[in-house]
């Protein structure tokens, strides 16, 4: 992968970017806000990429200890997450494991469901996730917000209930990991350049500069660093 320092301006019709992510990652639900941003501003086109965040986490979850309590001030995620519109709910007791959410969404990304469908869907598990605090390890809960975004129910339940998808999976999960991504989330653009960590919207939009993308007129990129490369720290943990 190119570090920033050797990046030079280049034209493209349109950006691919893949976003590695998992549903349980919390900075990863406030870099949909950005990727949101992205996708309206300029020519993107969007797909996603497995990641499991915490592998030790049993198949059937975990019981843990609520990290915050109501009077605690807010943490730097929550306060990004309120400024993005975000309603993070405290007092969560229980950690899914994240791997029957990953094959839904890697399901819906390959049925025939719309892309407006298939990013519908990933809004609502980490809506569920972080803001109902649903199980998003019960086949149960994913089917229902599948349907609800207008998924197949019945397939996705017959996908899960086989495991059709979990090897696929898997093998996502591996490649991305041989690419050197070690965080979340990552945006990766055109194969190339990537952005590590939730970053805000100037650095995405620094990086569309780079393919020849100037902000949408009227608006301005204010002065900010940012990371283009796969080995940094971990995030969204």
Excluded at 14 to 22: E, T
Excluded at 60 to 80: I, K
Excluded at 102 to 116: G, I, K, R, V, Y
């Amino acid at each position: 992968m190119t570090t920033s320092s050797e990046i030079t301006p280049e034209t493209t019709e349109r950006v691919k970017v893949v976003v590695v992510s998992d549903f349980v990652c919390p900075w990863c639900y406030v870099g949909l806000t950005e990727l949101e941003k992205l996708q309206r501003d300029y020519p993107v086109d969007i797909s996603w990429a497995p990641f499991l965040l915490d592998p030790s986490v049993p198949p059937e979850g975990r019981q843990q200890t609520a990290r915050t309590q109501p009077g605690d001030p807010l943490s730097p995620v929550e306060q990004r997450a309120e400024t993005a519109g975000l309603n993070f709910q405290r007092g969560r007791t229980f950690r899914p494991n994240s791997h029957l959410a990953l094959e839904a969404a890697t399901f819906a990304q390959e049925s025939d469901a719309s892309h407006e469908a298939q990013e519908a869907f990933h809004k609502a598990l980490y809506s569920a996730h972080f803001e109902t605090l649903e199980n998003i390890g019960e086949i149960d809960t994913l089917v229902r917000l599948g349907i609800e975004v207008g998924l197949d129910g019945v397939a996705l339940r017959e996908a899960l209930e086989q495991r059709t998808f979990r090897d696929q999976v898997d093998e996502e999960i591996g490649m991305v990991q041989e690419l050197g991504v070690s965080a979340v989330p990552t945006f990766i653009f055109n194969n190339e350049y990537a952005i590590v960590g939730a970053e805000t919207y100037p650095a995405f939009q620094r990086m569309m500069e780079h393919f020849g993308f100037p902000p949408p007129e009227g608006s301005e990129i204010p002065p900010e660093t940012f990371r283009l490369t796969f080995d940094d720290g971990k995030t969204g943990e």
